[in-house]
């Protein structure tokens, strides 16, 4: 048996923790640019602390899902502040957005360069800017990560940037963050909490760090994201949730995804649904897709017996099979009121230009079997 295992630099997890950041700041750098999500005041937590170690902030918000030229912009900010630290407070377009910055910054060339699929995808020259991560949503599991997702409305695509070196050096998860979601930002990040700890368990690349991480977040997002949804100001499902949100951080860096995320990136960008809500209308489908293609190929794959394990964790009963936990997964999805994807504008039209967008993304690499174009295509129709 041999796996490495890769995380951030520090992890500082529980109630209060972003206060932390005022110990952590003065170490990592002197003047620092704080990436926001589009409502900045929602950081005063992160400037507070900077304030405090007596770090001069600016603040760079990002209204949306960071496109290229929404980096492009975060960076000229921080050259002109002289910012040699990036602390990104937010959800997931805002770390992302935040953890570009830090890794373009000394860099020499231009961001397409360095971005897969539509670009060069050639490793940095030079390390990032120390980066710290302070997520207040409960989905992503980007302060663990080592890449960032970035849109390119020219392409139509949503793509990384990646470099083992775009670690954060410090993740601070403080579950009271989160509280403040609305019930639909809860389902949506949510589900992808739930799709990032369920793919890197039955990814080939998993181990048993990555499993035990896996094992606890699937049983324990099971339980909190319907109370979560139900009642926001449920605390003790809001820290589950944190906990599952990095837990899948932790496994997809270590152990890759599958053909829920590998056609999430490409159809988020296609037809600009929420990216949880992609990852929760496909989930049931890319489970019975590949334990069909699985049982019909290889009936002796282990990934068959983990897809029967996931089951027996989402549902709590001991004797589940797989069709129990794919039946729970779409029951979850119609709970927490997620519609099929032709309600974003996804059409039967673009089916093939879909699947050949999904077979080119880097998440396919982990799924535990390569699926036909046959397969592939049948899954999206049936999430339309």
């Excluded at 992609?278 to 049931?284: E, S």
Aim: a negative charge; charged letters at 20%; proline letters at 8%.
């Amino acid at each position: 048996m041999e796996f490495a295992f890769a995380t951030a630099t520090r992890i500082v997890f529980g109630a209060g923790s972003v206060d932390t950041l005022a110990d952590a700041a003065p170490d990592l750098g002197a003047r620092a640019l704080l990436v926001t999500g589009a409502s900045p005041e929602r950081a005063e937590p992160a400037a507070r602390a900077l304030e405090a170690a007596g770090v001069p902030a600016t603040r760079y918000p990002v209204a949306g899902e960071p496109t290229i030229d929404v980096v492009e912009a975060g960076l000229a900010a921080a050259r002109e502040h002289g910012a040699d630290l990036v602390v990104a407070m937010g959800g997931g377009s805002a770390i992302d957005t935040g953890k570009a910055i830090a890794a373009l910054a000394p860099a020499p060339g231009p961001a397409l360069r360095y971005l897969e699929v539509i670009g060069e995808a050639r490793p940095l020259e030079a390390a990032p800017l120390p980066f710290v991560a302070v997520p207040t949503t409960a989905g992503t599991g980007a302060e663990v990560t080592k890449n960032a997702v970035l849109a390119s409305p020219e392409h139509g695509v949503k793509v990384s940037l990646r470099d083992e070196r775009m670690l954060p050096d410090l993740a601070v998860v403080d579950p009271e963050l989160t509280a403040g979601m609305p019930p639909a930002v809860t389902a949506s990040t949510g589900l992808d909490a739930l799709t990032q700890v369920i793919e890197p368990f039955v990814s080939h690349r998993a181990n048993p760090v990555t499993d035990a991480l896996c094992r606890d977040a699937i049983a324990r997002g099971a339980r909190a994201l319907p109370r979560a949804h139900a009642d926001g100001a449920d605390a003790e499902a809001r820290q589950d949730m944190a906990l599952v949100s990095l837990f899948g951080g932790l496994a997809l860096a270590n152990a890759g995804l599958g053909a829920v995320h590998g056609f999430a990136g490409p159809l988020g960008g296609a037809i600009g649904a929420p990216h949880g809500v992609i990852c929760g209308r496909l989930l049931p489908f890319v489970v019975e897709a590949n334990v069909a293609a699985l049982s019909r190929r290889d009936p002796e794959h282990p990934a068959l017996a983990r897809y029967a394990e996931v089951a027996r964790l989402l549902t709590g009963d001991p004797g589940a099979s797989v069709d129990d936990g794919v039946v729970w997964l779409a029951e979850l999805g119609r709970t927490l009121d997620v519609p099929g994807l032709a309600a974003y504008g996804l059409e039967e039209d673009d089916t093939e230009a879909h699947v050949a967008a999904a077979k080119r993304a880097s998440s396919m690499r982990g799924n535990p079997v390569e699926l036909t174009d046959a397969e592939l295509a049948e899954l999206l129709r049936r999430a339309a």
